[in-house]
């Protein structure tokens, strides 16, 4: 599993590549983690390059929106492969995380977000 | 001349032999093990002074004549004892060999007797820079080298005559520096392999206790999960069912469940909880109980299960959640009513039609949010009809090329045996799984339920 973190404004942007299971998940929730102690409050998740997302992966980011949603901040989600987008689906996430196409997008709505 | 240098290297590797055996054998007993895990005590300081103020004793008598000079290596044992015991420990060599020195008198007996002391002194100091760290081969060479020029300087400095010193000095300086040097490079070379064995050895035995408390917790896990799956599949009038669960290494806490709702209804649920382990495994033992607990005796299905919700998302921290199908069989009116809270939906293969139906309804997963709404939906299950639910650690089974076994290899196989018996149609998807898998480890739990609706009985 690649972590690439990015700045974009008040937003911070971490760019994942690989596959998103039990064991890349512990990796992923301490960067998340790591972001949201130093203060940051608006993650997007960008997962274009994951090509596999398990229960695991779904697991770390409820964490991270549920953490971020009390700190009035917000995760949101960006340019999903159509297989992760279905393993949200299933698991009714869909309707809990703000999903978006374009990475942009997610970031400029996540910047607005509670605002 | 030939034979005198052959003489003199046979002597050489003579006393390198004495040197080595004596840091082998000192380095192999329990006292010196002591030292170099800084486990000071009067006992093993004692044995260290003892055994190297002998060395240092023995270095005297043994010196080798080189050039018309005695090469003596004296200064070996308190250098060396001061490397590894510290100052105290170097001093008390120094001193045995030092004054034994003395007492043998001569005109260099103050700067030689002197120069001993020292040279424990100096390896202590160098211990104390390092913080009690071994300075590795390189270093206690250099070191011997250097205390042996210094020796060199004291003689000049102290013997008096100057003239008779600086003669004596002149022959023996190079043999003796050497002598010392390479005496040290053996030495250092054979504690520094104990070292590095005693580390590896130390490395080996955290994996070990490591690799060991993994295997426990995976026990745990494992005994935890199976201690709260049913432990019989109930009879059911006019409908047939069978379960499996597959755990893997890591369990996944998938479970099955069966709830006694009333005489003629039955509550059945599959599901599974995301992330691996003991967390999970608890996790799941949680699930089921709140579960089993709204459901017992209570018709209902959507209200039962958006109420469990409200208790697990309560005890739901870092994220955990459940995915659950969950549905009441009417036994005597012979319909299903199911929610599906962001689970796999279950496959139904209709008899009549031979369709297969995906088991979707909207929902979301247990655990994720406080307040939930589950869309209710009911079906009426005919003679023959199959309702197949999983988790995905059937569809999402890859093999050794990484791919994954997938709805449609299910689907297909459900379409080819249908005219199984639950209890084998269990069996079928079990092997036909496992023979795709081939070699590949199992990573996820892989459970499947099976219900089949048989002739109807009249009451």
């Known amino acids: 599993m690649e972590i690439e973190e990015k700045d974009a404004g008040k937003v911070k942007i971490l760019a994942l590549s690989g596959r998103l299971d039990a064991y890349s998940s512990n990796e992923v929730e301490k960067s998340i983690t790591g972001l949201i102690d130093e203060g940051c409050v608006r993650i997007v998740v960008n997962l274009e390059e994951v090509e596999y997302i398990s229960s695991s992966g779904l697991r770390v980011m409820l964490a991270a929106l549920k953490r971020l949603r009390k700190l009035k901040g917000e995760l949101s989600l960006a340019c999903l492969r159509p297989y992760v987008k279905e393993v949200f689906d299933i698991a009714g996430f869909t309707q809990l995380f703000a999903i978006y196409d374009r990475e942009a997008e997610a970031v400029d709505r996540c910047a607005a977000a509670g605002e | ?459």
């Open chain 2, 1 to 459: 001349m030939a034979y005198t240098i052959l003489e003199l290297l046979l002597t050489l590797v003579e006393k390198i032999c004495v040197i080595l055996v004596f840091a082998y054998l000192v380095s192999r007993t329990t006292y010196f093990q002591e030292i170099l895990d800084k486990k000071f005590t009067l006992k093993n300081q004692a044995f260290m002074i003892l055994i190297f103020g002998a060395f240092s004793i023995f270095g005297t008598y043994s010196g080798i004549q080189m050039f018309d000079a005695i090469a003596h290596v004296r200064d070996l044992g308190p250098m060396i004892a001061g490397l590894i015991g510290g100052p105290v420990i170097g001093l008390g060599v120094g001193l045995i060999g030092g004054v034994h020195r003395y007492f043998l008198g001569g005109f260099t007996c103050l700067s030689c007797s002197l120069a001993t002391v020292l040279a424990g002194v100096f390896g202590g100091l160098i211990y104390k820079a390092r913080k009690g760290e071994f300075i590795g081969v390189p270093g206690a060479v250099a070191f011997a080298a250097l205390m042996e020029s210094f020796h060199m300087g004291l003689a000049l400095l102290l013997a008096r005559p100057f003239e008779e010193a600086l003669i004596l000095i002149e022959t023996v300086s190079v043999p003796m520096i050497f002598a010392n040097a390479a005496g040290m490079f053996f030495f250092a070379f054979v504690l520094s392999n104990l070292i590095r064995e005693r580390e590896t050895a130390e490395e080996r035995d955290q994996y070990q206790a490591e690799l060991e408390r993994k295997r426990q917790e995976l026990k745990i896990a494992h005994e935890i999960q199976q201690s709260f799956l049913p432990d019989a599949i109930p009879l059911l009038k006019g409908f047939e069912l069978a379960a499996l669960n597959l755990p893997a290494r890591e369990v996944g806490g998938d479970f099955y469940d069966f709830i006694p709702i009333a005489e003629d209804k039955i509550g059945v649920t599959i599901a599974d909880v995301s992330g691996k382990g003991v967390p999970a495994a608890l996790f799941m033992a949680l699930s089921r109980t709140v579960v089993r607990t709204n459901a017992r005796g209570n018709p209902s299905v959507a209200e039962v299960i958006e109420a469990a919700n409200s208790s697990i998302s309560a005890d739901s921290k870092s994220g955990m959640f459940v995915t659950l199908f969950y549905a009441v069989l009417n036994l005597k009116a012979r319909t299903l009513t199911y929610v599906n809270a962001g689970h796999n939906p279950p496959a139904l293969f209709r008899a009549l039609s031979s369709d297969i139906i995906m088991l979707k309804a909207r929902g979301i997963a247990l655990g994720a949010m406080d307040e939930i709404v589950l869309e209710e939906r009911m079906l009426q299950l005919d003679r023959g009809d199959t309702v197949v639910f999983y988790t995905d650690g059937v569809t999402e089974a890859v093999n050794e090329r990484e791919e994954q076994f997938g709805e449609e290899r299910l689907i297909a196989l459900i379409n080819e045996c249908h005219g199984l018996t639950a209890g084998a149609l269990v069996e079928r998807i079990k092997s036909a799984v496992l023979a795709f898998c081939g070699g590949a480890p199992q990573f996820d739990d892989i459970t499947v339920m099976i219900l089949k609706a048989g002739e109807a009985e009249d009451a």
